[in-house]
């Protein structure tokens, strides 16, 4: 079982809708969760990080997490072609805040 | 507010050469970080430090690899004997530690340096 799953996709969604990602983790002590942007041939750009059970907002994005199922998700609302990239998952494991774990990521076309 | 910077952005270099790539992280971060990522996967970690102790090192950092931090500043990383098997992307990124800090732990990644040993 990988540390971090998320499916590969791609997943489509069309202009103006909710796209919404998941993520399961295998870590249970792990307290820390992240999403990444990555656009084709770029880096990662951290767009949400989230450490409590429930909701987080900013701007279109919301992170959820539910630490009893393992579970973080992203919502992305109003989706625009300039969201389709691939979505990275990252997952501090127990014992420590250094590394991140990554999942292989969610490739998200918005197509007008 | 610069963020991390990497050097070069990409090198070609023939198997068994070796190569240094540098990193400057965000100048008051003092962790930093060094991943490497593959075409169809996330990024996977290597390594990092805190200033400029190296604290952790993972099993994929074979000795071919080393990565230096010497004044908790920038960052080197190291590859000798490179294989063709060591192409791939590798990302350094930097947070800031500290208790009660909003965003601890975030780490931000630099722009990359791409790596293609032929």
């Known amino acids: 079982q990988k540390e971090v799953e998320q499916n590969s996709g791609p997943l489509s969604v069309p202009e103006g809708a909710i796209a919404s990602l998941n993520c399961t983790y295998s870590d249970r002590g792990s307290q820390s969760f992240f999403w990444y942007r990555q656009y084709s041939g770029k880096s990662p750009e951290l767009i949400m990080s989230i450490y409590s059970n429930g909701d987080k907002e900013d701007g279109r994005f919301t992170a959820q997490l539910n630490k009893a199922s393992q579970y973080v998700s992203l919502l992305i609302r109003d989706s625009q072609p300039s969201d389709s990239a691939t979505y990275l998952c990252?997952?501090?494991?127990?014992?420590?805040?250094?590394?991140?774990?990554f999942g292989a990521g969610t490739r998200l076309a918005v197509h007008p | 507010d610069t963020g991390v910077s990497q050097d070069p952005r990409h090198k070609i270099t023939k198997r068994g050469q070796n190569v240094t790539f540098r990193c400057d992280p965000i100048?008051?971060?003092?962790?930093l970080y060094w991943y490497r990522q593959t075409l169809g996967q996330g990024p996977e970690f290597l390594t990092y430090?805190?200033?400029?102790?190296?604290?952790?090192k993972s099993r994929l950092l074979s000795d071919r690899f080393s990565a230096e931090r010497p004044k908790g500043s920038f960052s080197t990383l190291e590859i000798q004997r490179t294989e063709q098997g060591d192409s791939a992307m590798y990302l350094c990124?930097?947070?800031?530690?500290?208790?009660?800090?909003?965003?601890?732990?975030?780490?931000?990644f630099g722009p990359g340096t791409r790596l293609t040993v032929t």
């Open positions: 990252a997952v501090n494991p127990s014992g420590g805040y250094n590394k991140l774990i």
């Open positions: 100048s008051e971060h003092n962790r």
């Open positions: 990124a930097s947070s800031l530690t500290g208790v009660g800090l909003v965003g601890l732990y975030e780490q931000y």
């Open positions: 430090f805190q200033n400029e102790a190296q604290l952790e």
